[in-house]
């Protein structure tokens, strides 16, 4: 028994690549060993602390660290793990907020998810994509009527800090009916105090149940930091590769683009122009690539960006803005001085554009938009003209008397957002003159009975411009006799005191 026994005895063998910390700091780590690393797989430290492995030398690895790096060590062990660096994504993570590596962050729970996708995937294939043409609403008008956004885009929203950048895309997600466009957020760099204040807006409007929050904070490291877009992005691919509708928004990709230069820097790489790597322009289009409108073939679905920058007073010419305006399918410009005049949102139409363009507007808010641009441009620049001269002529004082009016009407509480028809209503009143007896001051409350009279005396009109998106001859008819109606009603009940305004005022 002895004998037999000894003879089917056998001690199964393992043999497992084992590196070495040659040193290690700030957020990354230098190993040796490791001959058959790949690049970006995941490594484990000592103290079941990951890591990534990022430049592959001949004699050592530089590798990021994906936690706590106080307890690595010269000298501590190192070991490979055989996979690429994965999130879990799916359902289970709508209503959450989680961290860059999709481990929640708030206190409800370890999350469930069946399946996990790599952080850094290849973007869809031209063959595997179509044109842009369905809208994305976003519940803006300037957006809306004058840069609309498609479904598959990447629209860029760029200005200085405090201009309004973040409530522009938060705004969009406020807009976006539960279930049918998935939101993803993305918070790069920012105060844990900000993303909770976000956290509780999103809950007052009952919208976070259909958004996932990735946070990587201010005193995150530069590898969370530069992970986060790619864990978000990840996570609402899930949702277009699965036939639906994805918004991520990346908030700011300035602040991305600092932390992998300090991760870059202290991986000895060399520095380029503001000392950024070489390969930053690559970094963030392989990043905005990855939006797509799929072809019906591949499920139809799409993944829209909304990537924001920040400039430093007003220079949208530096390095960073203008690789991202050369990669996205146009820009957002908040300006700052637009934004001190009380000009909310803060949208310089003259130099945001969007290059889907009207492909992206359902027919009736073609209709209505078609002029509206070149004539709020024109009456900007008249307005500035206008206040180096007190001369003007009947011309110019209508189109200043009407582009006043046409402002206001731009004009938009934060974190109200207004359903399409209700846009397509009240710029065609704008558009056809129909505002010009109001008073400058009183347009906004005037759109706001407006609705409400609409909603009670013609919901068959707002309805009917949701389901078809058009407006065909009798519905603006029956549009015109309402608005009149109301005007009429509007006029009846200004306050003592309010008259109508003199058709010489400007602005």
């Known amino acids: 028994m002895l004998e037999e026994n000894l003879r089917d005895f056998s001690v ?3 043999v497992e690549e084992v590196g070495e910390v040659v040193e290690a700091g700030d957020g990354i780590a230098r190993i040796s060993g490791l001959p058959g690393v790949m690049a970006e797989e995941m490594l484990i430290f000592g103290d079941n602390v990951h890591g990534m492995a990022m430049n592959l030398e001949r004699n050592q690895i530089g590798a990021i660290v994906l936690g706590d790096y106080a307890g690595i060590r010269q000298g501590s062990v190192v070991k490979r793990t055989g996979k690429v660096l994965q999130v879990p994504v799916g359902e289970p993570l709508l209503g959450r907020v989680v961290n860059s590596l999709g481990q929640p962050i708030d206190g409800r729970g370890p999350i469930v998810a069946s399946e996990y996708r790599l952080v850094d995937a ?27 956004i498609g479904r598959g885009q990447r629209e860029l929203i760029i200005g200085d800090r405090q201009t309004g950048k973040t409530t522009v895309a938060i705004d969009a997600v406020l807009n976006q009916t539960p279930g049918d466009v998935r939101c993803v957020y993305v918070a790069i760099g920012q105060k844990m105090s900000t993303v909770v204040r976000l956290v509780e807006l999103l809950e007052e409007h009952e919208v976070l149940s259909n958004c996932i929050v990735v946070v990587a904070t201010a005193d995150a490291s530069a590898p969370l930091q530069y992970l986060a877009p790619f864990a978000g992005c990840a996570m609402a691919e899930y949702f277009r590769d699965a036939g639906g509708d994805a918004l991520v928004i990346y908030d700011d990709l300035s602040k991305h683009a600092v ?47 909304l990537p924001i920058i920040e400039t430093l007073q007003g220079d949208y010419s ?3 803005p203008t690789n991202l305006i ?36 359902i027919p009736a808010m073609k209709q209505v938009s078609g002029m509206l641009r070149i004539d709020f441009a024109q009456y900007r620049e008249l307005a500035a003209f206008a ?63 407006l609705f409400t009279f609409l909603d009670h005396t013609h919901p068959a009109l707002g309805q009917a411009i949701l ?14 006799r309402a608005v009149q109606t109301f005007t009429e009603m509007f006029a009846e009940i200004r306050p003592p005191g309010e008259t109508a305004p003199a058709r010489e005022e400007t602005a």
């Open 326 to 361: 050369s990669i996205t399918d146009g820009q957002i410009y908040l300006e700052p001085d637009l934004f001190h005049q009380g000009f909310r949102p803060a949208i310089n139409v003259g130099l945001s554009v969007s290059r889907v363009g009207s492909k992206a507007q």
């Open 318 to 320: 530096a390095y960073i």
């Open 259 to 305: 932390a992998y230069r300090q991760m870059s820097l202290l991986l000895r790489r060399p520095p380029g122009r503001e000392a950024y790597p070489g390969d930053i322009f690559y970094l963030h289009s392989r990043l905005l690539e990855r939006a797509a409108k799929l072809h019906p073939d591949k499920g139809g679905g799409s993944l829209t960006v």
């Open 387 to 449: 206040q180096l001269t007190s001369e003007l002529d009947s011309a110019t004082t209508s189109q200043l008397h009407r582009g006043a009016r046409l402002a206001e009407v731009f004009k938009q509480r934060p974190n109200k957002p207004i359903r399409v028809d209700r846009q397509v209503c009240i710029l065609w009143a704008a558009a056809r003159g129909m505002l010009d007896a109001i008073p400058s001051h009183a347009i906004l409350r005037f759109e706001t009975e």
């Open 467 to 480: 389901d078809t998106g058009a407006l065909p001859p009798e519905r603006e008819a029956e549009l015109e």
């Open 12 to 14: 199964p063998l393992g």
């Open 122 to 148: 290849e973007a869809p294939g031209i063959v595997d994509r179509e044109p842009v043409n369905t809208p994305l609403q976003t519940g803006l008008k300037s957006i809306d009527a004058l840069t609309p």
